[in-house]
């Protein structure tokens, strides 16, 4: 085993070469850069998308995000500040050397400082990672200890008026979008047009009630705090790891290993657990990378907008408007650097879960 994890180790460098060069490859061809976006907030036209559309004299001749703009002369700005900001955030150095040295920058942990924020790029990532950690825990936590038990239950009651309704309704809470039933739990519960139960946005009250809260007070401001957007963000993941869960059982049930097993006088739920609970979780455990992973980064960013949660994926929404380039691929690489090892801890769970499999044998 240690030396297939030591290979898929030494896959993750080539494999986090093969998406950053292919990110950024792709933004030399992206109209505007953060220096267009300056000029952008210099003459008052917000972003630079306004910018870039405005045309006129507040157009580009030559637009290239790597580095090479040449901006028309009607904009009032002296040639030898564009020049400058071109040296301090990098781009005038040509787009491979651009490249490794920001390869080099990373594999050391470096990730640079933001074009507009003038922070440290790894020091805005540990301030925002608490809320998306939050959501992203407590929803996966609320998915797998809902669904595999209830997948479960549908299995070992397999066509049953439960199992039929069951499946029902995990099939619509999978159709309902996470937006639009976050916006529906704002308005229930959140002081819409129904009851006030709920806060309206932010992880913890504000800072001076916060703080003036005893430890348990504490505990239980942030869980009334969470409680809706984890349900929001949660609700499309019922559906896969229940059906999933109960699938992989039924295949498990009918083998003969289980008839020989009950044959033998074994109860049903030594059955169960005994024998074809290990065996019907390799697959959901082969799902956990993926399902952690779109939690955490792919599904919070809208819902961290509509609850006022400033995370990780709200931050790098906005550095892809303004392009803060800095900010967009020192996330990518650590959220593509997490992915990884997460791929690699989901095979170590299938041995542990499972001693028979030997992916060395198979290598």
Do not use: C
């Not at 169960?272 to 980064?297: D, K, Q, S, T």
């Amino acid at each position: 085993m240690g030396a297939y994890v030591l290979r898929r180790l030494l896959l993750v460098i080539p494999t986090l070469l093969g998406v950053m060069l292919v990110n950024f490859t792709l933004t030399q061809f992206v109209p505007g850069g953060p220096i267009e976006q300056i000029l952008a907030d210099l003459e008052g036209e917000g972003d630079v998308f306004g910018a870039i559309s405005g045309g006129g004299d507040a157009g580009i001749e030559d637009t290239d995000a790597g580095g090479s703009e040449k901006y028309l002369g009607s904009r009032g700005l002296p040639e030898e500040y564009i020049q400058q900001l071109e040296r301090e955030f990098g781009l005038d150095k040509p787009p491979v050397e651009r490249f490794l040295n920001m390869m080099w920058n990373y594999m050391r942990l470096d990730f640079g400082e933001s074009y507009f924020e003038g922070r440290p790029v790894f020091d805005m990532v540990m301030e925002k990672l608490p809320v998306s950690l939050s959501l992203g825990l407590w929803s996966t936590m609320l998915v797998y200890f809902i669904s595999i038990p209830l997948g479960v239950r549908k299995a070992m009651h397999d066509g049953s008026r439960f199992d039929v309704w069951t499946s029902g309704l995990i099939i619509v809470a999978y159709a309902i979008p996470g937006f639009l039933f976050a916006i529906l739990l704002l308005i229930l519960f959140a002081g819409g047009s129904y009851y006030q139960i709920f806060p309206l946005q932010g992880l913890t009250s504000k800072p001076e009630v916060f703080d003036a809260l005893s430890p348990v007070g504490k505990v239980l401001d942030y869980f009334w705090h969470i409680t809706l957007p984890t349900i929001a963000l949660s609700i499309s993941g019922f559906a896969t790891l229940t059906l999933l869960t109960k699938n992989s059982f039924l295949d498990e049930i009918n083998k003969q290993y289980v008839t020989t097993a009950k044959a033998k006088g074994l109860s049903e739920r030594k059955v169960l657990y005994g024998h074809v609970f290990r065996n019907a979780m390799l697959i959901v455990v082969a799902g956990f990378p993926a399902m952690i992973v779109g939690i955490f980064f792919t599904g919070s960013l809208i819902i961290e907008f509509l609850f006022g949660l400033d995370g990780l994926g709200k931050m790098g929404f906005e550095a892809a408007v303004k392009r803060d380039y800095a900010v967009v691929f020192g996330t990518l690489f650590a959220f593509s650097l997490l992915s990884l090892i997460v791929g690699i801890l989901s095979d170590l769970m299938y041995v542990f879960i499972d001693p028979r499999i030997d992916f060395e044998a198979r290598g």
